[in-house]
T-cell receptor, first 121, second 114 residues
Framework: NAGVTQTPKFQVLKTGQSMTLQCAQDMNHNSMYWYRQDPGMGLRLIYYSASEGTTDKGEVPNGYNVSRLNKREFSLRLESAAPSQTSVYFC????????????????????FGAGSRLTVL | AQSVTQPDIHITVSEGASLELRCNYSYGATPYLFWYVQSPGQGLQLLLKYFSGDTLVQGIKGFEAEFKRSQSSFNLRKPSVHWSDAAEYFCAVCSGAGSYQLTFGKGTKLSVIP
């Protein structure tokens, strides 16, 4: 199993350019997430999708849009990139939300992709 | 709002020494707590989690963590560190019924001296 696959792994943009980060999971998970990781800040949730057809804002949604294309795919779009969006982006998925009574122990554990490093000049 | 504090930004230990990474959380009710590990250039991998029951939980790679409600802590321990344990460790908390929002601490970077 590939798990969670993110593309591209690296990208350099100029301020004002747009781009889309792609994420796909092959574990039949219901929920998917986009996080950004900045030095000394830990991971912060940008958007999440509880299930196919739904998306919700996380802690730092400004400047981003998302699309849950189908159960497998969840994309993150930067419409007009800014230097403040220079970061490492992680996609994750889980069968169930992190906090929910679970039917099996791994259901609400997040599986992460390897990350996409984005630099905005 | 829930929050997580990892007081130590960077810890260095000798191989074979014991390890304790600290994590304090802020949440009124019983939180769901997690420890994740991130090796350089990699995504995050779950080490262990606590939801309820026995307050000492065992994880992968020989790690364990103890939930102490009175101290609002969930410290990660390992009796004997291996060089391959060098990585960044993140504590995370989730609160609220059905909550999708996992709040991460800022991480503790572990260096291991051979």
């Amino acid at each position: 199993n590939a798990g969670v696959t993110q593309t591209p792994k690296f990208q350099v943009l100029k301020t004002g350019q747009s781009m889309t980060l792609q994420c796909a999971q092959d574990m039949n998970h219901n929920s998917m997430y986009w996080y950004r990781q900045d030095p000394g800040m830990g991971l912060r949730l940008i958007y999440y999708s509880a299930s196919e057809g739904t998306t919700d804002k996380g802690e730092v949604p400004n400047g981003y849009n998302v699309s849950r294309l189908n159960k497998r795919e969840f994309s993150l779009r930067l419409e007009s990139a800014a230097p403040s969006q220079t970061s490492v982006y992680f996609c994750a998925s889980s069968a169930r939300p992190p906090r929910q009574k679970i039917t099996y122990s791994g259901a609400n554990v997040l599986t992460f992709g390897a990350g996409s490093r984005l630099t905005v000049l | 709002a829930q929050s997580v504090t990892q007081p130590d930004i960077h810890i260095t230990v000798s191989e074979g020494a014991s390890l304790e990474l600290r994590c304090n959380y802020s949440y009124g009710a019983t939180p769901y707590l997690f420890w994740y590990v991130q090796s350089p250039g990699q995504g995050l991998q779950l080490l262990l989690k606590y939801f309820s029951g026995d307050t000492l939980v065992q994880g992968i790679k020989g790690f364990e963590a103890e939930f102490k409600r009175s101290q609002s802590s969930f410290n990660l321990r390992k009796p004997s560190v291996h060089w391959s344990d060098a990585a960044e460790y993140f504590c995370a908390v989730c609160s609220g019924a059905g909550s999708y929002q996992l709040t991460f601490g800022k991480g503790t970077k572990l260096s291991v001296i051979p």
